[in-house]
Structures are given as C-alpha cells and as structure tokens.
C-alpha cells in the first residue's frame, strides 16, 4: 500500500483494515474525531476505493459535522469491490460484522450503497442510518437530502456574486442520486439543466434537457447518453462546457490542477465529497470562479442521518438543512469577501472553531 498514514491534532483515531479471504472481502474503516459525538460517515463501495480516499473522505466528515452544528464526528468507510457484483450483500453482511464492535462508527449509504445497503447492516448489528422507511429510516436517497442542500447552497451564494437563478445554465458531472436530485431542486428554481454525465458519456443541449426524462432513463437502468433530445460528448467533455453553474456530484478530484484550466462557468456547488482538489480551488477562486466547499454544500446527507438517528421527522431533517446550509454558506461566503480568503480555509475555520472548543474536553492520553 503506498498511502502512508500520518494524524494531526484531530486524527485519526482508529483506522480498521477488514479482509476475509474467503468472500474476498476487502475493507478500510477510518474513524476520524469523534469529539463531537459518534463518527456517522458513508460505506462507499467501488473497486477501486484506496485508503487514501477513505482518509481524506473521513476528515471531510469531521469538518462537514462540526460545521453543521450537529453531535457527531467523522468516519468513513469503503468496501473494495464492484457495487454490481453478484455477492454484494453477502459482502455487505461480512462488513456489518466486521464493523460490530466499531460502535463509534454509524454507517450510512455513499457512493455504491444506497438504502436497501443500509437495511441489510442494520439487520446485522442494529446501527446504520439512511435505512428504508419501512424500518424506521429516513431514505436519503429518495428523498434526495444532500442535493436539496445543494440547491439551498447555491440560493445563497447567487447573492454574493449577483446571478439570477432563473435560465442559469446548470451542468451535473455524476447524475447520480446526488446529482439528479441537484438537478431537479435546482429547476425548481428557475435554473435550466443544459448538460449532464455519466460513467457512458455526456449529454448536451444548450436550450435544455428534461430532467424528469433523465431520470426516467437512469431508472430503468440506461445512461443519460440514450436520452434523444441532444448532443452525445465523451465523459470528461462535461467539463468544457460553458454554464453558470457547475454541479460535480461523482467521484473525487475530478477538477485538479491538470484539467482545472478548461473549466468555464460562474459558481461550482460541490456536491460530491472532494470533487475538487484544494491546489485547483485556488486557481478558480483566482480567476473568479467561486466554489462552495463539499463540506459546507453537501451537508443535507449529514444533517438527515443526524435528524434520523434522533427519531426525527422528515419534515425536521428539510428545515435542518435549510437553516444550517443556509447561515453556513453565508458565513463561509461573508468572510470570503470581508477578508479576501479561499473559500475551503473559510469553511475549515467554521469547522475548525466547534471542533477544538469540543476537543478541550476529551481525557488527556
């Protein structure tokens, strides 16, 4: 393995390996500050998933909950191996009881597992949280908590660069269950869908695309390349094309310092968790490109497993994400502008400030 593992003064504090050989089970578990309350964090399950990821995805947890006001730390997790493979929950059942005894850690669906994932861990050691209705959850995805965030994100940040949402051209790298939902709040407020990708392609038509329609097709398990009504580009074309706003809702570091040149657009909403490294946040902020930093945009996820894991109410989680998203991202955006920093140091000391003032109150070691 060629990550070397380093901590900080904020972690992280555990960090589990899980294999058994005779499923082929591969896993990485990272619990990274649980200060705050119990780490919750997704399962992300793709085959090539490194612990590298898992780290830097866990830290993001960390500051996404703290800056989210809400009582957990940070965690995440990935399973090694193909989200479409045959054994999935078998593999899913091996993890849940190889996590059984990591009570500090809740895990939650990600990229690769989805509410029926959940389900099948909770049934196993009676701890996840994005669980189908049925068993008393919030189903995340369905209802599409962490675009909703994003959405909310981007009403705020139109203020402080003086964009009108209505006919903005939107493009969604990943319409996925983050990335269609994005689409859908986001056209609920005027803003118009002109592109969109998956792991197949790119569609494009600059006088729009039917969102319902994509979703219709991602549904019946097709790409948004079957939709009819527009141009066919390869995947990474998604990134060349000009918009008022950019959605990157898939895997990480998809905008870097090698590609962050051709990036042509007025706002990015990071709907992913870190879609876009920090060397190439800089460039954009210096050419005018405002981006909302993952862990303050995306935080809807968070704040509906938080609301869940409490017995709340749908109707509980919407307005938790309305009210902390929204004073969040002005806060991050005031001190942008008041103090001419990078958006991502702004959020981190947001973060930053909840998590050391819970930190002074953990046991000496």
Known sequence: ???????????????VHIYESKSNL?????????????????????????????????????????????????????????PKAKNKEALLRLFAQGIKNLVDYIPGPDMGTNEESMAIIYNEIKRSVGRPEEIGGIPLDELGATAYGVAVATDVAKDFIKMDLNGAGLVVQGFGSVGKHSARFLSERGVKLIAANDTHGTIYNKDGLDIDGLIKLKNEGKSVIDYKKGERLPVDDILKIECDIFVPAARPDVINEKNVNVVKTKLIVQGANIPVTVGAEKILHDKGILSIPDFIANAGGAIFTSVEYRNGTEKEAFEAVQTKITKNTRLVLEKVFKEKVYPRDAAEALAKERLFKAMRYRRSR
């Open 1 to 15: 393995m060629d990550f070397v593992w380093t901590t900080d003064e904020i972690g992280p504090e555990k960090v």
């Open 26 to 82: 591969k896993a990485i578990v990272v619990i990274d500050n649980t200060s705050l309350g119990p780490a919750i964090g997704g399962v992300r399950m793709a085959a090539d998933v490194t612990a590298e990821e898992v780290f830097r995805l866990a830290r993001a947890m960390t500051f996404k909950n703290s800056a989210a006001g809400i009582p957990h730390g940070g965690g995440k997790s990935g399973i090694v191996a193909d």
